[in-house]
């Protein structure tokens, strides 16, 4: 089966050029032209009101255009400087608040392992001083009885 019966174009300027063939035959705009240019020349002062009348509207309709346009362009340049200011502010916060948090973060992480460090060496100092102290004091052992001290003429406490 032919995907292309009417042998229409498929390329896109070529498939233009047939619809303004087609309307310029079915319109008969050639026709037409000769036509006012026909009766242009037998009846010039007719055609001088028309073309005076013709730029004389032309002119509010040209103002309105232009001042539509013009509307249409500062808005858009309006607008982009709007957003352009909101995201510029937005922006800066968003950083401002990334980097305060990040800080924040990282303070709290370093309080942490500080803490954590200090902890950790605390008791292994307070091991080696337990270690330490039985070593070296007689009769103490670890939770289940006091050092023994000895004083003069004293026996200890824990008689």
């Not at 619809?19 to 037409?32: E, F, G, W, Y």
């Not at 709290?108 to 954590?116: A, K």
Request: charged letters at 10%.
């Amino acid at each position: 089966m032919d995907s292309n019966p009417e042998n229409i174009p498929l390329d896109p300027w070529q498939r233009l050029t047939a619809v303004v063939q087609r309307l310029d035959q079915h319109i008969q705009v050639h026709q037409k032209l000769e036509v006012a240019k026909k009766y242009a020349l037998e009846h010039p002062l007719v055609t001088l009101y028309i073309v005076a009348a013709v730029a004389m509207c032309s002119v509010p309709v040209m103002f309105f255009a232009c001042f539509v346009i013009g509307s249409i362009l500062f808005s858009i340049i309006g607008f982009l400087f709007v957003e352009g200011t909101l995201l510029t502010i937005g922006c800066v916060l968003l950083g401002v608040f990334l980097c305060l948090s990040g800080f924040l973060a990282f303070s709290l992480s370093s309080l942490v392992v500080l803490v954590w460090f200090s902890m950790t060496v605390s008791y292994s100092l307070l091991q080696s001083l337990r270690v330490k102290i039985q070593e070296t004091v007689p009769g103490y052992m670890y939770g289940n009885q006091r050092p023994v001290v000895l004083t003069s003429g004293h026996k200890s406490s824990e008689e």
